[in-house]
């Protein structure tokens, strides 16, 4: 039987919130307690993202455009200011602000870019957009990350409610 994937971003909120305490268990027990090798736990996780991702389509939400502070690199304000048609530092002082650990990030939110829940700017995007959320990448270290974002993506949403239930663990994820 398929697993159904939910996308209502309020019911996503309002579950993650109810299950916080049982992820961070589950981040617990993940990055200290699991005896899977990181090859295995980013393998299941690679598996189960891609069951989630192909049922959700990122242009029918867009919510991380909407509540993700975007770091940017020296190469993304150069990749993003050539389609603009403006220098570097015209970039910087219309899109750009300086945060208190000194990264850079785009200015606002939503992200200036996003327009009718597509990004403006999708070929030159920064880094972190292309890879957000992050799920193909090495899972242990980020799962605080994963955490947090489950109250805003459905995609992070669902991929670890299935993870909760796929993994064995004492909490075995109740589901919602």
Request: aromatic share 10%; hydrophobic share 35%.
């Amino acid at each position: 039987m398929p697993q159904e994937v939910l996308t209502d971003l309020d019911a996503i909120e309002r579950l993650a919130t109810k299950h916080d305490n049982e992820n961070l268990e589950f981040r617990a027990f993940v990055k200290g307690r699991l005896g899977w090798s990181d090859r295995r736990l980013n393998q299941v996780v690679r598996e189960t993202t891609d069951g989630v991702w192909s049922k959700i389509d990122c242009t029918a939400c867009a919510n991380c455009c909407r509540v993700l502070d975007v770091v940017v690199t020296d190469e993304d304000i150069g990749r993003l200011a050539k389609p603009l048609n403006i220098s570097v530092p015209e970039f910087e002082a219309l899109y750009v602000i300086v945060d208190a650990e000194n990264d850079k990030l785009l200015k606002g939110k939503p992200c200036p870019f996003l327009k009718d829940n597509r990004c403006s700017v999708y070929d030159h995007r920064p880094q972190t957009c292309r890879s957000y959320p992050h799920l193909y990448e090495d899972f242990r270290p980020r799962t605080l990350q994963y955490v947090d974002s489950a109250h805003f993506c459905p995609i992070v949403f669902n991929v670890l409610e299935r993870l909760k239930r796929r993994i064995p663990w004492r909490g075995r994820g109740r589901g919602w």
